[in-house]
């Protein structure tokens, strides 16, 4: 094939390409983490009987309802069959791959740069996309399904919801989509990335577990069956995997792919060696759990913010989590401090929040993998976090200095006794004003 002999320009651009099409999903992600949350409103007709006041523009199960309900009815999909590609479907598409960069390339000198990045959006069979969306619709209310700590997956689900709103920004309509530099097209040779639709992290958790593997393997033999992933043996392919156990069973055959992350657990608990890296892969945020707090409530709880440092979740972790226990220990019974044990249920996000609300603030150490959705409670809650997570990656780093917003103390430091208190307490207010106010500016910057 020419790819062979003459490296296409998409090859030779991937980086530029990634580049890009990092910084247009920082945006996309970033509004996520201030208009994904929560918040009470109006029920919609379709979902009063079973979901509280929630705006479909804002909340995750308002908008699936909206998007299941008027969407999907319209939306095409490709049928069950399976066909492996022979070498001349490869050779065909790699022949009119060339041509069209070759087009290109004779039409602007400064192509890519010049061009906003080209996703083509494959057309799955229903049962790996719409068929698992109304299999959450359908099973959301049913809160005794929780995972092996108490938590309920449900929620887990929406924590790693970025497939859900990445998906339906992709196929709506040009005057609907918020990541306006990223064009869907319709023909595969005029794109530089394949967009994989594949809800992983809901089929893990709402499949049994035979069930699921039998669903991760079929959807893997459809998409390396396709011409394009021949091609390039998946290195222009995104995988939506932000859950850390998601398409486990089958991820070595899919490593060359693009993964969306939502960390990279360089510990090797939950990603084998050469699975992930910072050149092929981006890593995306949690979708917040509670609501935002918004302009006017950071102004009125600015006097009511009486607590020092908060935390509310699992104590117990594994890997690096571990650093919890050590910290409950240290700081369980000091002044104007809060330490609860809790989990991720509706009482639980109640507590959460108003905690969030009331302190300075929120304590955000490592979990099982080195990220945690509450790093994002945090800041949309106006509580500054302060970071224990010696392995940290977080997303959009090469964009965002987080350090405005956020404190970050090492493991080492923050479990010496005392340290961290009069390290927080030592913080002047103007400090921590100009922190709250570089939070308002990236929100009013994302809108």
């Known amino acids: ?57 804002t909340s995750f199960v308002a908008s699936l309802e909206n998007f299941l309900a008027h969407k999907a009815p319209n939306y095409r999909t490709s049928d069950d069959t399976v066909r492996s590609a022979l070498q001349d479907d490869v050779t065909s598409f790699d022949d009119r791959k060339f041509a069209k960069e070759m087009e290109w390339v004779h039409r602007d000198p400064y192509y890519p740069l010049n061009f906003p990045i ?43 919801s970025i497939d ?17 530099n990223v064009v869907r097209v319709d023909r595969q040779e005029e794109a530089d990335l394949f967009y994989v639709p594949f809800f992983t992290t809901i089929s893990f958790f709402l499949l049994e577990k035979q069930q699921c593997k039998a669903l991760y393997r079929e959807a893997l033999k459809w998409v390396t069956d396709q ?23 089958v991820r070595r055959y899919v490593k060359n792919a693009i993964w969306l992350l939502p960390d990279m ?3 090797g608990n939950w990603y084998k060696p050469g699975q992930v890296s910072l050149e092929k892969d981006l890593i995306l945020p949690y979708v917040s759990n509670v609501d935002l707090c918004d302009a006017k409530c950071a102004s009125e709880s600015e006097s009511k913010r009486t607590t020092l440092l908060f935390f ?20 369980t019974g000091a002044k104007d401090v809060v330490i609860e044990e809790g989990t991720a249920g509706e ?28 790093l994002f409670d945090a800041i949309v ?30 493991s080492t430091d923050a479990v010496q006794p005392g340290w961290l208190l009069t390290y927080l307490k030592g913080i002047s207010s103007t400090q921590i004003r100009e922190m709250r106010r570089n939070k308002n500016s990236l929100r009013e910057f994302i809108t």
């Open 312 to 331: 509310r979740g699992r104590l117990k972790r594994n890997a690096g989590g571990k650093i919890r226990s050590k910290l409950a220990t240290e700081l």
């Open 164 to 180: 859900y709103w990445l998906w339906a920004d992709l196929i709506a309509p040009e005057s609907e989509r918020l990541l306006k």
């Open 347 to 374: 009482q639980g996000k109640a507590a959460a929040q108003k905690g969030m609300r009331t302190s300075i603030f929120c304590l955000s150490p490592a979990g099982d993998t080195p990220s945690s959705a509450r």
């Open 265 to 267: 657990d360089s510990t």
């Open 1 to 57: 094939m020419r790819t062979k002999t003459m490296p296409s320009s998409s090859t030779r651009s991937k980086s530029q390409i990634l580049l890009l099409l990092f910084s247009a999903l920082s945006l996309l992600a970033l509004s996520f983490i201030f208009f994904s949350s929560s918040s009470p409103s109006e029920p919609t007709a379709a979902y009063t009987h079973t979901h509280p006041r929630i705006p479909p523009e």
């Open 118 to 160: 080209r996703v083509y959006v494959y057309e799955m069979p229903k049962k790996f996309t719409f068929d698992l969306l109304w299999l959450f619709r359908n099973t959301y209310r049913e809160t005794s399904n929780l995972t092996s700590n108490g938590s309920p997956v449900h929620r887990l689900i929406e924590q790693h």
């Open 227 to 249: 011409p394009a992933w021949k091609r390039s043996e998946g290195r222009d392919h995104i995988f939506p995997i932000h859950h850390p156990w998601s398409f486990k069973s």
């Open 381 to 410: 809650s106006g509580c500054i976090p302060v970071i224990i997570s010696d392995e940290l990656e977080l997303p959009f780093e090469g964009i965002l200095d987080y350090r405005k917003i956020a404190i970050f103390v090492s």
